[in-house]
């Protein structure tokens, strides 16, 4: 299995291309708002994208998206309550940057997401883990033991909860009953920072170390 990333725009969000193998289809997981540095690192790998998976609806992970899937000729899957922010990248660019010259259009091509599934695309079976917390509609998403952990779980910490729907108890109510269970030897690639595992944030990170 090939995944890779690049670190886009000025929130530093982590894209990630996975396929099952070189040169064949591929899934991008989020798409920060530059849609050039996505469809970049698909290029650089010689690989087909068939799906965007947004984690959630923040447009450091969304603002790429119309046009990603505009020239990929691809739908992104994102899950129904994160809509408020998937829809409306205008008003987090306000609250983000103040006065800003960057115009998003809509999302054309979506697809749902539904918690507890299983998604075939492109050669990969891709599970679908409703993680709500730092955003209602945030999903985590594990692939043949990979965990692409969004803006739930990082290295050393967890996703702020001060946003507009993000809820502290509901963010360690998922992390407590779904990725906690995860195996140790999970590969953990989070929204912003570097790589890391169930194992070493299991006994390192101070979030999730008084959970059982
Ligand atoms: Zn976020
Ligand atoms: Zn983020």
């Not at 990603?68 to 940057?97: K, M, S, W």
Request: hydrophobic share 40%; glycine share 12%; proline share 8%.
């Amino acid at each position: 299995m090939l995944v890779d990333s690049d670190t886009l725009w000025l929130a530093s969000t982590n894209t990630y291309v996975v396929a099952a193998e070189p040169g064949g289809p591929c899934v991008i997981v989020d798409a920060p708002p530059d849609p050039d540095g996505v469809l970049g690192l698909v290029e650089r790998h010689g690989l087909a994208p068939v799906a965007l998976l947004l984690t959630h609806g923040h447009v450091d992970h969304t603002g790429g998206a119309p046009d990603v899937c505009q020239r990929a000729g691809i739908a992104a899957y994102v899950h129904p309550d994160d809509d408020f922010l998937t829809f409306d990248p205008a008003t987090q660019l306000r609250a983000l940057l103040g006065a800003s010259t960057l115009s998003i259009r809509a999302l054309e091509r979506v697809e749902r997401l539904t918690g507890g599934t299983l998604l075939q695309v492109g050669g990969l079976d891709i599970e679908v883990i409703h993680t709500p917390g730092h955003t209602p509609g945030h999903c985590c998403f594990l692939v043949e033991g990979r965990l692409f952990s969004g803006d739930h779980l990082f290295a050393g910490s967890i996703g702020r909860t001060d946003l507009p729907g993000g809820d502290l108890p509901t963010l360690i109510e998922s992390m407590r009953t779904k990725i906690l269970p995860l195996a140790d030897d999970t590969a953990v690639y989070p929204g912003h920072g570097p790589t890391t595992t169930m194992r070493v944030e299991r006994r390192t990170n101070p979030f999730l170390r008084d959970l059982r």
